[in-house]
């Protein structure tokens, strides 16, 4: 159904009917309204009309031939409705099925022997985009190279490949691709094809010509492309073509002069990395970036921007990650999640947010209603509600604060203002600056107004207004001209003559003052000058700021430098800044310099406080200059890092300390990374496990120092998600070296902070090659002892006392001939005969559990055989089974353990499983040899039972498991009460077979 509003498809891990991985790569529609969407963790096919999702990954049970969790883009065929055609991150191309679930795969390694010249299908297993064109080629974007791959009309039941080309670059040839490492295709109405590289730029391939055209950034060129990252390429309804950078911003190509313009975030593009392109039905360019969704009208050059406060999923979206449906609804893919939107149903929010003026301040300091404490009385009424403000002469500075009442996204509100009188144009102005600050207004007239607008941009041109109304000092009123004419004229006249020579000395007096009111006046008006630039900071900083002159006399201090040093405003009046430093040397440089450079930044020093106690500060400072660009004085920040230094003394103590230990612990190798795995600590003995310098690895994302072998990104993304749910991940791995295979005993956890959020991670590894080769060494000795001991006692009491015991029959048979008065010793003889034949049943029952005679004269597949026969025999359970010919596959010395097994498996079936039927079938693939037992038995808790496993099932499940270690293999059983016993056995296939 179509909705007004932006939708979020997200993961929720508690919630079937949820994407199955956070972070959004492929998305298709298909012609059904199917949402199909790729990602880190496999296949998801969503119908929007039942919300129902279904998930396809390599651990499902769906039974479809997926093999791969990274799917990063996914496109439909237009000739077979029910095919997707799919690229992942490692494992290739994939022909998926909808219908079946079936899946046709193609690898770097897939060989092409129906076509000539064309030795394999994929040129890498990294697919990063596909476009199938109307002549139905698909083209293949790889890591190592583009790949041409042309399909089949639809005359057939499915698509077939008919011709394959590789493009990749060549460095004596310019007519070729650009790089080999290929991001994103697209072709245009014109048929030439359109490729953007990793990091070097466009390409443009002709058909007709099979070259390539390369157009990359140059600084030297004012009009080329901006940025050689190409992430996304687009062609709009009027032909124009649009590429998207990362760093860039967006590229619009002109096609007769074959240059580029661009938009950045200079002309309100959300962020100069532009991930993904669409069109809407209007025209409008919608981009999805770094910072948010952007609007563009090509029409206008005007942006429109969307954040995560719109209903994004987040700031952050994917390469490729978008799709336009045939009904015009736009998807775009992100780190947490998909959007999907009808962009003609999102519009701008009409409110037009009242304005008003919230305060009134003089010198800093809010004017009540009402009398002021100097007696005079400015506002009758709050000043939001007067029209009027009459100031005296002395109001040097005064200030206005504003607001927009609109709630919907407050921190987009947007200002502008001007004091009618004074500013030609309006000042625009955000939320954070919802402050105007006028200083020295000439006495007069003025109107403040304020205009706002709500995060859409929707303005109240009304606004708000106050009059102002400044009067004039008393001796610049008429009457005081006037007055200063009369006593000027009367004085001239009676005195002229008298006072020619005092007037003369008193003309040069008063040239001296005139020239030193100058400089005071010089001086002041620079400060109130510096005072306005800096107004804000100065107001509201918890820095400690103050002014000076060159020869250090305070000016003004801001309450922060009050409360820093301890000093009052009196205080401070009487003193100089000369006393403030514990070095007057250092001083008198630090102000030298500062009048050289201009400015000095986060210079650290020592200052004295109010008590004399010493502080460690950054000391920051710019020069105050008058119009005529003589210096005036100084403006001084200070922050007190004294804390932190004493914190970072502490912390360097601590941290030499701990890598003392560290560097002690000769057991462990010990490394640490960042929640990019990228190694921020190794000790001496993981250098040495690993075969890496710190030097080599220190910032460096090395996965297999991490969990203790190379792996793949799928297993290593396993190994990431067991540390998260359990804690850590502890396994035993095989580490390839020079001197062979060791044994590695590795133990990975998660690093927190104090609040309990994840930083990175630890791993502890040990080399436990000689104790486990030593355990296995001791083990093989005792069971091929044990075995040589078996067989011995089995030749003894078959050979020895099994014959004894006939000869006892065959004398008791003999005794049991009629004779005369026989009768006695007829019975007696009669119970010999008896006992003997028992006897002589048992030896040979028990030669044959302690050495399988028959296994050494029937082979391994009918000694198994015989001894099944005789388990449905003697006991009452039905075994079935299936057997593979396994003969002369393993050595003598290894048959016996298989053997073992199986028989330990029958044997607890018998004695504990309560079963009426069990399976066993032994099957031969070409790189295992697999056993499987399977009982229809009452099953078991495994874990309720796990403590008491060996002494459950007799022989024990740990001696199973130690001769299937000596055969390379690996045991595996599965139990749930009422549902009976599974025990798989599989085992590597020698790669020498062994003849009997």
């Known amino acids: 159904p179509r909705s007004n509003k932006i939708l979020h498809y997200t993961y929720d891990p508690n919630h079937p009917n949820s994407l199955s991985y956070p972070s959004v790569r492929g998305i298709y529609e298909d012609k059904n309204g199917i949402l199909w969407v790729g990602g880190y963790a496999g296949l998801n096919r969503i119908d929007r009309e039942t919300g129902r999702f279904t998930h396809y990954s390599v651990n499902d049970s769906n039974g479809h031939e997926l093999s791969t969790d990274l799917i990063y883009t996914i496109i439909g065929d237009p000739q077979y409705e029910d095919i997707l055609w799919i690229g992942s991150e490692g494992n290739g191309l994939y022909r998926f099925n909808k219908k079946t679930g079936q899946a046709i795969h193609y690898l770097e390694t897939t060989r092409v022997p129906k076509i000539p010249g064309v030795e394999y299908i994929l040129s890498n297993n990294k697919v990063f985009d596909l476009y199938l064109d109307s002549a139905r080629v698909l083209w293949i974007a790889t890591d190592k190279g583009l790949d041409r791959m042309v399909l089949n009309e639809k005359n057939d039941s499915e698509p077939t490949v008919t011709e394959i080309t590789h493009y990749t670059h060549d460095t004596g040839d310019d007519k070729s691709i650009s790089q080999n490492n290929v991001r994103v295709i697209f072709a245009d109405r014109e048929g030439y094809i359109w490729i953007g590289t990793e990091s070097n730029g466009l390409n443009r391939y002709a058909r007709e010509t099979g070259q390539f055209t390369r157009f990359r950034h140059d600084p030297y060129r004012n009009h080329s492309l901006s940025n050689n990252r190409i992430k996304a390429i687009y062609e709009d309804r009027k032909g124009r073509l649009w590429i998207g950078t990362s760093g860039g911003g967006l590229n619009r190509f002109n096609r007769t002069t ?74 775009f893919g992100g780190i947490n999640g998909l959007n999907a939107f009808f962009p003609d149903s999102i519009s701008d929010d009409p409110y037009i947010p009242p304005v008003v003026i919230t305060d009134f301040r003089i010198f800093n300091e809010s004017v009540p209603v009402g009398e002021m404490p100097d007696g005079r009385t400015l506002l009758q009424s709050h000043i939001s509600e007067s029209n009027d403000v009459g100031l005296s002469y002395k109001d040097d500075v005064i200030s206005f604060e504003f607001a927009a009442l609109s709630y919907a996204v407050p921190d987009k509100n947007k200002y502008a203002y001007k004091l009618e009188g004074f500013d030609e144009d309006w000042v625009y102005t955000d939320v954070a600056h919802r402050i105007a600050t006028y200083t020295r207004l000439e006495p007069g007239d003025y109107v403040f107004r304020v205009i706002g607008a709500n995060h859409d941009g929707t303005w109240n041109k009304d606004g708000a207004s106050v009059h102002l109304s400044i009067a004039p000092p008393p001796w610049q009123t008429w009457w005081a001209y006037t007055l200063y004419v009369l006593l000027f004229l009367s004085t001239t006249a009676s005195l002229y003559f008298r006072q020619v020579n005092k007037l003369k000395k008193e003309k040069i007096q008063q040239q001296k003052t005139i020239a030193h009111l100058q400089e005071v006046d010089v001086l002041r008006t620079a400060t109130l000058e510096s005072r306005e630039k800096y107004q804000n900071l100065f107001e509201q900083s918890r820095h400690a700021i103050f002014f000076c002159t060159q020869e250090g006399e305070f000016l003004d201090v801001n309450q922060s430098f009050l409360d820093l040093f301890g000093y009052t405003r009196d205080e401070i009046t009487r003193l100089d800044a000369g006393t403030l430093f514990v070095d007057s040397e250092a001083r008198t440089g630090l102000f030298r310099e500062l009048e050289q450079e201009g400015s000095i930044a986060d210079f650290e020093l020592q200052l004295f406080n109010r008590n004399k106690q010493e502080m460690v500060c950054l000391f920051s400072a710019t020069l105050m200059r008058d119009k005529k660009g003589t210096i005036t004085g100084y403006q001084v920040i200070i922050n007190d890092i004294t804390a932190r230094k004493r914190t970072e003394a502490t912390l360097a103590e601590k941290t030499i300390y701990l ?81 062979g295979i060791r044994y590695i005993d590795l133990r990975v956890s998660g690093i927190f902070d104090t609040h309990g959020v994840l930083v990175g991670f630890a791993s502890f590894a040990r080399d436990i090659t000689e104790q486990k080769g030593a355990q296995e060494k001791f083990a093989r000795q005792l069971i091929e002892s044990q075995e040589e001991e078996r067989k011995r006692i089995a030749g003894e009491l078959h050979d020895s006392l099994g014959q004894d015991l006939l000869v006892i029959k065959n004398l008791a048979l003999i005794g049991l001939e009629p004779t005369s008065n026989m009768d006695d010793a007829q019975t007696n003889l009669k119970k010999i005969s008896d006992n003997a034949s028992e006897a002589i049943e048992e030896v040979r029952k028990i030669s044959r559990n302690l050495r399988p005679y028959h296994l050494d004269q029937l082979g391994l597949s009918k000694a198994l055989e015989s001894t099944l026969d005789n388990f449905s025999r003697l006991f009452p ?65 495994l874990a309720h039972h796990k403590s008491a496993l060996p002494q459950a099932l007799g022989f024990g499940l740990s001696g199973m498991s130690q001769r299937a270690r000596i055969l390379g293999g690996e045991l595996d059983l599965q139990s749930t009460p009422g549902q009976g016993t599974t025990i798989t056995l599989k085992i590597p296939s020698p790669e020498v077979k062994h003849e009997g």
């Open 877 to 941: 359970v039905r075994f079935v089974y299936t057997l593979d010919n396994i003969d002369n596959i393993f050595a003598p010395g290894l048959e016996i353990h298989i053997f073992r097994i199986i028989q330990e498996s029958l044997n607890n079936i018998v004695k504990h499983a309560e079963a009426n039927k069990a399976v066993v079938s032994a099957e031969k693939t070409k790189s295992h040899i697999v056993f499987t037992i399977k009982d229809d038995g009452k099953g078991m808790n």
């Open 258 to 331: 074959e240059t580029f313009s661009y938009y950045t975030e200079e002309d309100g593009l959300a962020n100069n990395v532009v991930y993904g392109i669409l069109e809407d039905n209007q025209g409008n360019l919608w981009l999805s970036t770094n910072m948010g969704l952007s609007r563009f009208s090509p029409a206008t050059g005007e942006f429109r921007n969307y954040a995560v406060e719109d209903g994004l999923q987040s700031n952050e979206f994917n390469t490729g990650s978008h799709f336009k449906s045939q009904g015009g609804e736009l998807f």
């Open 659 to 739: 890598d003392n230990i560290l560097r002690s612990a000769t057991e462990y190798a010990i490394v640490t990374t960042d929640l990019n795995f990228h190694i921020t600590y190794c000790n001496p003995m993981a250098e040495k496990l690993h075969g890496y310098t710190v030097k080599d690895v220190l910032g460096e994302k090395v996965r297999e120092i991490l969990i203790g072998e190379k792996t793949t990104p799928e297993r290593f993304e396993q190994t990431i998600q067991k540390i998260l749910l359990h804690g850590e991940y502890r396994s035993t791995v095989e580490k390839e070296t020079n001197d």
